[in-house]
């Protein structure tokens, strides 16, 4: 998946609802920690800014978990929906 920088979405939405696909699909499973910010600018071609936005939005809807000094994991359970 590619980030469009001219679609109607922000590019730190884009990113969010890739890595949220990712996680619903178990390509990055419960307890996985997130491909590191290097690792996403590169894959993405994006600034640290950006990425930090979309993680920020995950870590507000509950899938993403801080282990310090480790990075940022899936949580081990998803938030409840309705």
Do not use: C, W
Not at 4 to 29: K, T, V
Not at 37 to 54: G, P, V
């Amino acid at each position: 998946m590619t980030i469009d920088r001219d679609g109607l979405r922000a590019p730190y939405q884009q990113l969010a609802d890739i890595l949220r696909e990712r996680i619903a699909s178990g390509d990055i499973p419960v307890g996985r920690r997130i491909p590191s910010h290097h690792e996403l600018e590169a894959e993405f071609d994006i600034s640290r800014n950006t990425i930090k936005k979309a993680l920020d939005v995950l870590k507000g809807e509950g899938l993403l978990e801080t282990a310090p000094g480790r990075g940022l994991f899936v949580k081990a359970t998803p938030p409840a929906e309705g």
